[in-house]
T-cell receptor
Framework: GAGVSQSPSNKVTEKGKDVELRCDPISGHTALYWYRQSLGQGLEFLIYFQGNSAPDKSGLPSDRFSAERTGGSVSTLTIQRTQQEDSAVYLCASSLEAQGRNIQYFGAGTRLSVL | GENVEQHPSTLSVQEGDSAVIKCTYSDSASNYFPWYKQELGKRPQLIID?????GEKKDQRIAVTLNKTAKHFSLHITETQPEDSAVYFCAAPRHGSGNTGKLIFGQGTTLQVKP
């Protein structure tokens, strides 16, 4: 079946512009995560959605970042008034937390470049 | 747990040698520990995971060991091959997440296997 799909794969924008990044999780997966990975760095947690529960936004770096998940499926990460330090690869992952395991399936990411 | 420390940050071995990467965690309630492999330019993928009710798990050339008392777990790769070259991330559940929910990732280990 289809894996986690992210779009666009690459996004170049000018400083100050807003961007929207999209994630289509694996069908049936109740959990969805957004991470940020700067060049050569680790996976920085941003936000976590689980079913109908309120999202855990504790990783969002500033109020310029927001995300929503409509209908328990597709998610959009929005960055307002982009800054150069927002340049990174934004990874989305989904999982079906079952049987004591949380296997996260990652998308290919969106590479964001803020000029 | 809330904090996951991973060592070393880089590791270079000769083909055929073994490689060991170690992670420590802070939350004694953590009970699920996955390892992800990220090849250059690719998405992270789960390679092995372990639950806290076992001390070791093996899958062909890779194995993970867990020491709950010391709160550390390690990835062991035997008979390394050039295709093992990648960045490896350990992870543990965020405090209070048990074995599901958010994962805290280590900073990654860049493994280079020299032919």
């Amino acid at each position: 079946g289809a894996g986690v799909s992210q779009s666009p794969s690459n996004k170049v924008t000018e400083k100050g512009k807003d961007v929207e990044l999209r994630c289509d999780p694996i069908s049936g997966h109740t959990a969805l995560y957004w991470y940020r990975q700067s060049l050569g760095q680790g996976l920085e947690f941003l936000i976590y959605f689980q079913g109908n529960s309120a999202p855990d936004k504790s990783g969002l770096p500033s109020d310029r970042f927001s995300a929503e998940r409509t209908g328990g499926s597709v998610s959009t990460l929005t960055i307002q008034r982009t800054q150069q330090e927002d340049s990174a690869v934004y990874l989305c992952a989904s999982s079906l937390e079952a049987q004591g395991r949380n296997i996260q399936y990652f998308g290919a990411g969106t590479r964001l470049s803020v000029l | 747990g809330e904090n996951v420390e991973q060592h070393p940050s880089t590791l270079s071995v000769q083909e055929g040698d073994s490689a060991v990467i170690k992670c420590t965690y802070s939350d004694s309630a953590s009970n699920y520990f996955p390892w992800y492999k990220q090849e250059l330019g690719k998405r992270p993928q789960l390679i092995i995971d372990i639950r806290s009710n076992v001390g070791e798990k093996k899958d062909q050339r890779i194995a993970v060991t867990l020491n709950k008392t010391a709160k550390h777990f390690s990835l062991h790769i035997t008979e390394t091959q050039p295709e093992d070259s990648a960045v490896y991330f350990c992870a543990a559940p965020r405090h209070g997440s048990g074995n599901t929910g958010k994962l805290i990732f280590g900073q990654g280990t860049t493994l280079q296997v020299k032919p």
